[in-house]
């Protein structure tokens, strides 16, 4: 069986290149490419880098809650459904709503009834259609509420797989932010464990300082273990920022999941 391709998000190292420069340098070290905001890129140009694109922004408006938001949000998916045609079929970041250009999110929600969890159900059911009807995977992507995204709604990654579990599509799926994660939750091993059938993604980046691996605290040949326990073949994906050089960074990256990787 093979293993997990190996990604890295190009919105986060080689900073001094222009974004397509990055993509072709990712694809040259032999890794996939993520991205973040679709709508800022010359797509185009992206895909003529070779490179294989695992994952892209799904929405660019709306939210899951309101009702107005969620049609906003079906709106916005459609769009980029339609633009990321061009990348290939990446999977479709979400969010437990919509986020600014801080991270902070556009309807903060400090309490989330059971009234907010059953519409939140709702909206995600309409994406997952959206993605049977173009052959699509959704992924709804956790956060912390600690440092980074106060006040975003259903943000643990125990909140996406409720949700992700009762919608039960294989066009919604988590993408389990493993960084995030650690902030919120902690005990990352047992979460993949838990995680792996609902899973469609795996992200990572180290506590603290959302660099590479082997910057912070996190014991990544545990995780890196507990992958290969799983049977994991999706993407692992590097989200993080390079402590020092972007080269050095996504290698020291790749050492760490090179027992359970593929190549891109």
């Known amino acids: 069986m093979s293993g997990p391709v190996l990604a890295v998000c190009a919105e986060t190292v080689f900073l001094d290149l222009p974004v397509v420069e990055r993509a072709r340098v990712l694809h040259e070290l032999g890794f996939a490419v993520e991205l973040w905001d679709w709508t800022t890129k010359d797509l185009p140009a992206l895909a003529a880098t070779g490179a294989t694109f695992t994952s892209v922004t799904g ?12 049609d906003r949000l079906l709106a916005s998916a459609e769009r980029s459904i339609r633009a990321a045609a061009a990348l290939g079929r990446p999977n479709l970041n979400l969010h437990g709503t919509g986020l600014d250009g801080r991270g902070l999110p556009v309807r903060p929600a400090p309490v989330v009834t059971g009234a ?16 049977r009807r173009h052959d699509v995977v959704f992924t709804l992507e956790n956060l912390n509420t600690a440092l980074d995204h106060p006040g975003t709604p259903f943000a643990r990654a ?15 799926r988590m993408n389990l932010d493993l960084y995030h994660a650690q902030i919120g939750e902690g005990n990352l091993v047992q979460l993949v464990r838990d995680s792996a059938p609902w899973t469609g993604e795996v992200q990572v980046a180290d506590v603290p300082g959302r660099c590479e691996p082997g910057t912070g605290e996190v014991r990544w040949e545990a995780v890196a273990g507990a992958l290969l326990e799983v049977g994991w073949t999706g993407t692992v ?23 359970v990787a593929g190549r891109a």
Do not use: K, M, Q
Not at 61 to 67: I, Q, R
Not at 158 to 171: F, G, M, W, Y
């Open 116 to 131: 907010d969890w059953l519409a939140a159900e709702r909206t995600l059911r309409r994406v997952a259609e959206l993605g």
């Open 158 to 172: 125990a909140d996406t797989r409720a949700l992700v579990a009762a919608v039960d599509s294989p066009h919604l």
């Open 59 to 70: 929405y660019v408006d709306g939210e899951l809650v309101d009702p107005g938001g969620a």
């Open 237 to 259: 994906a590097l989200e993080a920022f390079a402590s020092g050089d972007s080269r050095t960074a996504v290698e020291r990256f790749r050492a760490a999941f090179c027992g």
